[in-house]
T-cell receptor, first 112, second 110 residues
Framework: DVKVTQSSRYLVKRTGEKVFLECVQDMDHENMFWYRQDPGLGLRLIYFSYDVKMKEKGDIPEGYSVSREKKERFSLILESASTNQTSMYLC???????????FGDGTRLSIL | DAKTTQPNSMESNEEEPVHLPCNHSTISGTDYIHWYRQLPSQGPEYVIHGLTSNVNNRMASLAIAEDRKSSTLILHRATLRDAAVYYCPHYGGSQGNLIFGKGTKLSVKP
């Protein structure tokens, strides 16, 4: 089975901090994704990557950046955390575009 | 962009079959139909996907209408652990990625 592991289930940070969320997949998948999920808004795509060192903006990239130095690892960075970035963050991977995505269990991030 | 519509919520009794509908009237001919579910406090979980023919796996069955404008996820015997939000995402956005709507919240009564 595919395993997508997110480094933390719960995280509390302060406004203005630089925050790193890490995601690792063990199936040699080409594509990796970062979403955030908020009540009533569903899942919204922040960034995705289709290869090492490649990244594409999703629907809500403002305030975020990403890094993919190795195929198995995709990091989401909040450059200067703000309270409106309090959310559930979900990482996913898929073998190729259009193929099923496999999700991690999420990181519930609170910015105080 | 293609879009999917699902009922907001459905109820089922334990050990009865459940048919979860999804309309995707603007789907393109080459887009797969995907279904995912999200259990409380977990990330979404892939359930099944197909293109034109009906599909079965250990979790569920997928019935695809002949014109592909709708599909139905079938849980043959609902259990309490099947209580979740079920999504049939569509392809869209600037890069043609999967877009997840609000899904159908399935409640299963003992």
């Amino acid at each position: 089975d595919v395993k997508v592991t997110q480094s933390s289930r719960y995280l509390v940070k302060r406004t203005g901090e630089k925050v790193f969320l890490e995601c690792v997949q063990d199936m040699d998948h080409e594509n990796m994704f970062w979403y955030r999920q908020d009540p009533g808004l569903g899942l919204r795509l922040i960034y995705f990557s289709y290869d090492v060192k490649m990244k594409e903006k999703g629907d809500i990239p403002e305030g975020y950046s990403v890094s993919r130095e190795k195929k198995e690892r995709f990091s989401l960075i909040l450059e200067s955390a703000s309270t409106n970035q309090t959310s559930m963050y979900l990482c996913a991977s898929s073998p190729r575009h259009g193929q099923p995505q496999h999700f991690g269990d999420g990181t519930r991030l609170s910015i105080l | 962009d293609a879009k999917t519509t699902q009922p907001n919520s459905m109820e089922s009794n334990e050990e009865e079959p459940v048919h979860l509908p999804c309309n995707h009237s603007t789907i393109s001919g080459t887009d797969y139909i995907h279904w995912y579910r999200q259990l409380p406090s977990q990330g979404p979980e892939y359930v099944i996907h197909g293109l034109t023919s009906n599909v079965n796996n250990r979790m569920a069955s997928l019935a695809i209408a002949e014109d592909r404008k709708s599909s139905t996820l079938i849980l043959h015997r609902a259990t309490l652990r099947d209580a979740a939000v079920y999504y049939c995402p569509h392809y869209g956005g600037s890069q043609g990625n999967l877009i997840f709507g609000k899904g159908t919240k399935l409640s299963v009564k003992p």
